[in-house]
């Protein structure tokens, strides 16, 4: 409901500088992975390459993005008042939980090979969106 952390101009640049390496690693032909597909008679399924290196920074920058923004919503918390206080930390739990359990699917499973559950990834968006429709459309009692 308000600003709590400004940031500062190299704190800004600095994010967006990680931002556009990753996105030029991503999108070049030094990037993050590839696909290829591998053709099996009249089926074909795709396989996905990573490079490493790669992988890993981008796995370091999201967990990094994503502990910043839990933590300037738990201040957020902190600082807002009774009427938001309660609705926050609903937010805040769901999206631990979440992107918790999203990242171990999708992320650090496949560090280990085991592609078997990434599929079950997405599924958490599901309840982080639900809550923040309940939020948004929910009947206020002033």
Same mark, same amino acid.
């Given at each position: 409901? !308000? $600003? @709590?952390?400004?940031? $500062?101009?190299?704190?800004? %640049? *600095?994010?967006?500088?990680?931002?556009?390496?990753? @996105?030029?690693?991503?999108?070049?032909?030094?990037?993050?992975?590839?696909?290829?597909?591998?053709?099996?008679?009249?089926?074909?399924? /795709?396989?996905?390459?990573?490079?490493?290196? *790669?992988?890993?920074?981008? @796995?370091? !920058? !999201?967990?990094?993005?994503?502990? %910043?923004?839990?933590?300037? &919503?738990?201040?957020?918390? $902190?600082?807002?008042?009774?009427?938001?206080?309660?609705?926050?930390?609903? &937010?805040?739990?769901?999206?631990?939980?979440?992107?918790?359990?999203?990242?171990? /699917?999708?992320? *650090?499973?496949?560090?280990?090979?085991?592609?078997?559950?990434?599929? *079950?990834?997405?599924? /958490?968006?599901?309840?982080?969106?639900?809550?923040?429709?309940?939020?948004?459309?929910?009947?206020?009692?002033?």
């Amino acid at each position: 409901p !308000f $600003k @709590s952390i400004k940031l $500062k101009i190299w704190q800004e %640049c *600095f994010i967006w500088v990680i931002v556009l390496i990753l @996105s030029i690693f991503s999108y070049t032909k030094w990037n993050l992975m590839n696909f290829d597909k591998i053709i099996y008679g009249h089926t074909y399924e /795709f396989v996905i390459k990573y490079n490493q290196i *790669f992988q890993w920074a981008y @796995s370091l !920058f !999201f967990v990094i993005l994503v502990t %910043c923004s839990l933590y300037i &919503l738990w201040l957020k918390h $902190k600082q807002a008042e009774n009427f938001f206080k309660k609705d926050i930390l609903i &937010l805040f739990w769901m999206l631990l939980i979440g992107l918790s359990l999203g990242s171990y /699917f999708n992320l *650090f499973l496949d560090y280990m090979g085991n592609f078997k559950y990434e599929w *079950f990834g997405p599924v /958490f968006t599901v309840p982080m969106n639900l809550v923040v429709v309940y939020l948004i459309f929910s009947k206020r009692e002033e």
